[in-house]
């Protein structure tokens, strides 16, 4: 068969860009909006969870490309914007769940390396995105999603709890600029979840009460 006969699975369907797709909250978004119909963009550094996420988006029927990229690397999210926009010419969803969780500590034993991954991958890194995704957006009159996890004063969470709300006041600030114009920005606030990350802050919490990841992200998807 020819190159000319093969169908792209995108053709036709909307398209999600999810940022930070390959475990927990994220991968659960993905599977959620590549079960409704969308082709997914999946971006996360971790090749091998990316591939592990496409096996089960194509084994319930939906279709996914795969980035393999780190958010944090300026000139790789610089050429996955080019190559979105010249492959499908914008993006009707943008997730963004990219996130590096520090480590609880108090704020007199902040790890400096710690500290900077942090600014890099919750504050820069979504800065730039905002900036090279807002175009692409803009053209299929698309959204951007994001998910606030007001941290911020909370004992041992200095580090994270800073560049979280840092990122929320720069998507706020993004927000109130669109809101007019567009592109569409959303906030949305999940509830405690049964994830990795999650398990990280609280180990000792009982994840019985804790919501499933998957059903979160069906109710934040049918909300907006």
């Given at each position: 068969?020819?190159?000319?006969?093969?169908?792209?699975?995108?053709?036709?369907?909307?398209?999600?860009?999810?940022?930070?797709?390959?475990?927990?909250?994220?991968?659960?978004?993905?599977?959620?909006?590549?079960?409704?119909?969308?082709?997914?963009?999946?971006?996360?550094?971790?090749?091998?969870?990316?591939?592990?996420?496409?096996?089960?988006?194509?084994?319930?029927?939906?279709?996914?490309?795969?980035?393999?990229?780190?958010?944090?690397?300026?000139?790789?999210?610089?050429?996955?914007?080019?190559?979105?926009?010249?492959?499908?010419?914008?993006?009707?969803?943008?997730?963004?769940?990219?996130?590096?969780?520090?480590?609880?500590?108090?704020?007199?034993?902040?790890?400096?390396?710690?500290?900077?991954?942090?600014?890099?991958?919750?504050?820069?890194a979504t800065a730039q995105l905002i900036g090279l995704i807002e175009p692409?957006?803009?053209?299929?009159?698309?959204?951007?999603?994001?998910?606030?996890?007001?941290?911020?004063?909370?004992?041992?969470?200095?580090?994270?709890?800073?560049?979280?709300?840092?990122?929320?006041?720069?998507?706020?600030?993004?927000?109130?600029?669109?809101?007019?114009?567009?592109?569409?920005?959303?906030?949305?606030?999940?509830?405690?979840?049964?994830?990795?990350?999650?398990?990280?802050?609280?180990?000792?919490?009982?994840?019985?009460?804790?919501?499933?990841?998957?059903?979160?992200?069906?109710?934040?998807?049918?909300?907006?």
């Open positions: 068969m020819s190159t000319d006969q093969i169908q792209d699975p995108s053709q036709g369907k909307k398209l999600a860009l999810v940022t930070g797709a390959s475990r927990g909250f994220g991968a659960a978004i993905a599977e959620a909006l590549a079960a409704d119909g969308w082709h997914i963009m999946a971006v996360a550094k971790t090749s091998g969870a990316l591939e592990e996420l496409d096996d089960r988006i194509q084994s319930a029927g939906g279709s996914a490309s795969l980035g393999p990229l780190d958010v944090a690397e300026p000139e790789q999210m610089a050429h996955l914007a080019q190559s979105v926009g010249a492959r499908w010419g914008g993006v009707d969803l943008w997730v963004h769940t990219a996130i590096h969780a520090a480590p609880l500590c108090p704020a007199g034993h902040i790890d400096a390396k710690e500290l900077a991954k942090s600014t890099a991958v919750n504050m820069t692409l957006l803009i053209a299929r009159k698309g959204t951007a999603l994001f998910f606030d996890d007001n941290r911020a004063g909370q004992k041992f969470f200095s580090v994270y709890g800073a560049t979280k709300a840092a990122q929320m006041a720069m998507v706020r600030s993004w927000q109130a600029e669109t809101a007019k114009v567009g592109p569409r920005v959303v906030i949305a606030e999940p509830k405690p979840m049964a994830t990795a990350l999650r398990g990280r802050f609280f180990p000792g919490e009982d994840r019985s009460v804790l919501a499933d990841r998957h059903d979160e992200a069906r109710r934040i998807l049918a909300a907006l």
